[in-house]
């Protein structure tokens, strides 16, 4: 899990400067969706403090695939797949940063015919949403793969789809904000969020309160245990994922790629990313047990996602809830500073294995580096993104589900129109924080 040191250089300011005594907005949480949003709020010209109890990034807004496609999503992220992708093509140039932006594709390749079938039924949402998704023959995969091994029998293609690097992207939205003015602040945790009469009136940080009309909860893992002081029970769970850096191999393609069971795109020095297709690990605890019956009904649909562990985890869990540990001590809020999650070693094999198979040329490439995040996943697959909550001034994003790398920029940006002009330009129903409440929660098309 060597994730390289220069990917989290500091954006914040020092650990001994005082936080403002007010802003307008506060957000909790430094990963992507955090930092674009104190970007676009900056830019609108909002006073934003950033809070993160860690490192910027420093869990999974940096350890995703990287892949920044719209293909094969649920339809209530269409739309704001579409926007965000409008976003990235000129992102490196609003950041003035590289990002490892490539606008290659993405390509599913089908091994069989119920692979081909499944991929074949996302057509009818593309067309709906007037996505340029098509399905390759064959013949146009090998095309698009050159020097393909195995058995295909086409694939699903989005040529407006890309990949970018997740190590990159948080921090540039972070020192672009606090160039225009935001508070970025890391080892500094949100114990709580203050609420009077219905209205968001602050939040209380490790180094003391500040008042705030707007508090954004972008938490991650740590979401539904600050919703919880508020009185909101949110069914996340998470799970984990692994993901492996190679060594340079000869050049393939820029195009994200799911094929004999590998997911994985390769950057311009040659070396890729790769997983275990869409496999997640469940390292079972006694936290699994709540919330489980929003899951339980898609459990066996989803069988072939999860891999479900009964390890190690589960006594740390019981070690976390005794008086004495170091998420009783930093309390609900924060939880645990930085948890160290283990990657699935035989998955990166098998998926090592499985491009080596696919490609043959690649039999020198190595695996170089390795590394896993915690997955907040909600029961339906599709995250919550609101700003218009109970209590007043609150606003959520979390939950995505192992796919929200792609969506950062645009989720940055939505929030940020919805905070400060009460618009969020683009229909946000579906992606409501209260549908939980309501029951209003349809079966998931796809966790991963």
């Known amino acids: ?70 293909q094969s999503r649920d339809e209530a992220e269409v739309p704001l797949m579409q926007a965000s992708i409008d976003i990235w093509r000129s992102l490196e140039r609003e950041l003035q940063t590289d990002l490892g932006w490539r606008n290659d594709g993405c390509l599913f390749v089908a091994g069989n015919e119920v692979e081909r079938d499944g991929y074949e039924s996302w057509l009818p949402v593309a067309r709906s949403f007037g996505v340029d998704t098509v399905m390759l023959s064959p013949r146009e995969v090998m095309k698009k793969l050159p020097g393909y ?26 020192l672009r904000a606090r160039e225009r003015g935001a508070y970025i602040v890391e080892q500094c945790g949100a114990r709580g969020i203050d609420v ?27 979401t539904f245990r600050l919703l919880k ?7 996340q769970q998470l799970v984990r994922g692994t993901v492996a850096r190679t060594t340079s191999g000869p050049a393939l393609s820029g195009i994200s790629t799911i094929a004999n069971g590998v997911g994985f795109r390769q950057r311009l020095d040659g070396s890729f990313n790769i997983a275990d297709d869409a496999h997640v690990d469940v390292d079972m605890t006694l936290g699994h047990l709540r919330a489980l ?14 891999r479900f562990h009964l390890n190690g985890a589960c006594l740390t869990d019981l070690h976390q809830r005794m008086p004495w540990s170091e998420a009783s001590r930093l309390g609900a809020g924060i939880h645990r500073r930085d948890p160290l999650i283990k990657p699935n070693d035989k998955g990166l094999a098998t998926a090592m294995r499985a491009l080596k198979a696919a490609f043959p040329g690649q039999v020198n490439t190595q695996i170089a580096d390795r590394w896993a995040g ?5 029961p339906d697959g599709i995250p919550v993104i609101d700003a218009q909550t109970s209590p007043l001034g609150l606003a959520v994003a979390t939950g995505f589900c192992g796919h929200g790398f792609a969506m950062g920029p645009i989720v940055g940006k939505t929030l940020a129109d919805w905070i400060t002009t009460g618009n969020p330009g683009l229909d946000m129903r579906q992606l409501r924080l209260s549908r939980f409440a309501e029951g209003d929660v349809k079966p998931p098309s796809s966790l991963f």
């Open 374 to 378: 915690a997955i907040d996943v909600l």
């Open 293 to 306: 019956h929003w899951y339980a009904p898609s459990l066996w649909a989803q069988r072939k996602s999860f």
């Open 149 to 174: 091994a195995v058995p295909q029998l086409g694939g699903l293609f989005t040529a407006s789809d890309g990949q970018a690097e997740p190590t990159l992207v948080a921090r540039a939205f972070a």
């Open 196 to 222: 009077a009469a219905g209205q968001v009136v602050g939040v209380e940080t490790e180094r003391g309160y500040v008042k705030a009309n707007t508090v954004v909860c972008a938490a991650g893992v740590t």
């Open 229 to 235: 002081l508020l009185g909101i029970d949110l069914p």
């Open 1 to 70: 899990m060597n994730i390289p040191e220069t990917a989290f250089a500091r954006a914040s300011a020092p650990e001994d400067d005082g936080l403002p005594r007010e802003v307008d907005v506060a957000i909790i949480g430094g990963g992507l969706m955090g930092c674009a949003c104190a970007y676009y709020l900056s830019k609108a010209g909002a006073r934003v403090l950033l809070l993160e109890k860690s490192t910027l990034a420093g869990q999974q807004s940096s350890r995703a695939w990287g892949f920044v496609r719209q």
